[in-house]
């Protein structure tokens, strides 16, 4: 369905961080009345508590009766609801029966997952891709990528890509983070990197392909994917998908200038075209039943986009929205850096609201960025799909109403925005930086924005340095503030030596950097406790503590790239 769930942070129903804040009705209750305290205030908790607690306490503010409710469920009500609140609760020819109860339960029964399960977990989801040095055309400059995924979300809506160019040179990465649903990040993560081939392809080449098609004959491949198997392509959608692609790819053989295509140019065309093409299908429709309700599904709902496109020694990052790419500099001390590539298109960057603001009248100055969201109701300012930001209000309904009785009874759908006069006020356009690498850029990391809500920037790129190189840069260990005994020091110290020693139980680099982000302690070190405690949380509370995961970690082969360098000098 279009709407989220109410554990979907891009929708408001529940109280926390979300994408979109949208009033909708709905018969689920909120997980935590505004009563309780947040996600973040609750987090002690998780690691000090029982899991079956917090699960009863999700219970308890739903209202359920708890006389309905096994002996051992009502006893942890009884420790989160004071007594003479129960008689309120409770059928009054029960509650002494259901006071009775306690006497049947001793001791609250623990959750805890063990190391092989843990790993089972964390790594269902891992890729790795070993890039050859030479192809037989060009050398890369890149050894490979690991990628991994962790869902919060149920389905995930974070999608990753990889793939070589087959007709040009470099090879393309990208992670896409969905909101308000799965589909258009699904859509982005199979079609963008088409469009940026093409973009990139030279006008003889596109004839070549475009004259194959016209006679029936096999198509020149453009792309060869990197895929793990539970990444998929949409077989329904494909021929929607290249018809939309060979309409574009001739307007670019009809627009032939004859000049070399310029790389950052190319990925903003592609960018702008591809989510130019969702708006249309959308507004088009289809006669098949099934692929007309995929692409509403699709352009109403949003995704954004973080890409890198390594050719060589030249390094292009193309954002749209909150996902960031981060580069990973060795010092000549051995210690590591942190090199943003990748500027986040929301209310944290002065220079995007600046943006908003001019491209609309005076007069919405104070309403088109309030709440530090877009229209009061989207956190990034960039993004693929989500047609309710630029969208005329006629157009919306008349798509709404012609539309499948899905869309058409969906109060998301159905929802225009406060203060809506001067559309579009979202774009796809995206922000490309380009770098060019040096032997001491050792990696690079591509990540939907789940991992930087949980990890600062300086410990991603140690974590993955340190892994990459099997060398740990040990820093004086910090307390924060916190009161620590002779004893309990002893322990910080026992569990940084096992640590140091079992970094190689992860064969893969992103897989050991979402370990570090779900489950490192206030001291920096992962805690398989607590590790064990976030990975077991049900669906309906997970979202209130973390996002979906998207990691791509790609690591630079530095001899290349330092005879690249000194070739161009």
């Known amino acids: 369905m279009l709407a989220a769930s109410c554990c979907d942070r891009r929708m408001c129903v529940c109280p926390g961080p979300r994408r979109i804040a949208i009033p909708v009705r709905s018969s689920r209750l909120p997980l935590f009345s505004d009563a309780m305290p947040a996600p973040t205030q609750l987090f002690p908790l998780i690691r000090n508590c029982e899991i079956g607690r917090i699960y009863n306490a999700v219970c308890y503010c739903h209202h ?13 009500h009884l420790r989160c609801a004071p007594q003479k609140k129960l008689a309120t609760l409770c059928p009054k020819e029960n509650f002494h029966q259901f006071i009775h109860a306690r006497s049947y339960v001793s001791t609250p029964q623990r959750f805890y997952l063990t190391p ?90 596109l004839l070549e392909i475009e004259n194959a098609v016209e006679s029936g004959r096999a198509l020149l491949p453009i792309l060869q994917w990197h895929k ?7 077989k329904e959608a494909s021929k929607l998908y290249f018809n939309s692609l060979r309409t574009y790819w001739q307007e670019l053989i009809d627009l032939n200038t004859g000049e070399t295509t310029d790389v950052k140019e190319a990925l903003i065309n592609a960018f702008k075209r591809l989510d130019n093409d969702i708006s249309l299908e959308a507004q088009v429709g289809d006669p098949n039943s099934f692929l007309n309700y995929l692409v509403l599904r699709v352009a109403f709902s ?72 877009l229209l009061g109701l989207l956190m990034p300012f960039r993004a693929f799909g989500d047609v309710k930001f630029k969208w005329s209000i006629e157009l919306q309904k008349r798509v709404i109403e012609s539309g499948p009785d899905q869309l058409n009874d969906n109060e998301y759908t159905k929802f225009i925005p406060p203060n809506y006069h001067t559309p579009p006020y979202l774009t796809a356009e995206p922000e490309v930086i380009h770098h060019k690498l040096r032997p001491q850029d050792k990696f690079l990391v591509l990540a939907t924005d789940g991992l930087w809500e949980t ?34 020091m002893h322990g910080l110290l026992t569990e940084r030596r096992a640590r140091i020693s079992s970094v190689f139980e992860d064969q893969n680099a992103a897989t050991h950097l ?46 290349i790239v330092g005879a690249c360098q000194n070739e161009d000098f």
């Open 64 to 76: 359920k009766h708890l006389c309905c409710l096994s002996p051992h469920l009502a006893h942890n």
């Open 116 to 205: 092989p399960q843990v790993n089972s977990i964390l790594k269902a989801n891992e890729y790795s891709f070993k890039v050859p040095e030479f192809d037989g055309k060009n050398v890369s400059s890149i050894l490979g990528f690991d990628s991994n995924q962790l869902p919060a979300n149920a389905p995930i809506e974070d999608r990753r890509s990889a793939a070589t160019c087959l007709q040009t040179r470099g090879m393309l990465l990208g992670v896409f983070d969905g909101h308000a649903g799965c589909a258009c990040a699904q859509a982005v993560s199979e079609r963008l990197f088409y469009y940026i081939a093409v973009s990139l392809l030279p006008h003889e080449t």
């Open 228 to 234: 793990h198997p539970n990444d998929y392509f949409s």
């Open 302 to 373: 949003g995704a954004t986009a973080c890409v890198a496109h390594v050719d060589g020694v030249d390094l292009h990052i193309a954002n749209t929205g909150d996902s960031r790419a981060m580069l990973g500099v060795q010092e000549e001390d051995g210690s590591w850096s942190a090199v943003t590539l990748s500027y986040d298109h929301n209310a944290q960057n002065e220079s995007e609201i600046e943006r908003v603001k001019l491209e609309h009248p005076k007069s919405e100055e104070k309403s088109v960025v309030k709440q530090d969201r």
């Open 455 to 488: 990890m600062h920037r300086q410990d991603v790129v140690r974590i993955v340095g340190e892994y990459l190189t099997g060398v740990h840069h040990q820093q004086p260990i910090a307390v924060g503030g916190y009161k620590v005994t002779l004893g309990q």
């Open 514 to 559: 979402i370990r570090h982000a779900v489950g490192n302690n206030e001291f920096g070190a992962v805690d398989h406790e607590r590790l064990s405690k976030m990975l077991s949380l049900p669906e309906e509370l997970a979202r209130m503590y973390r996002d979906d995961i998207t990691i791509i970690v790609v690591q630079f082969n530095s001899h």
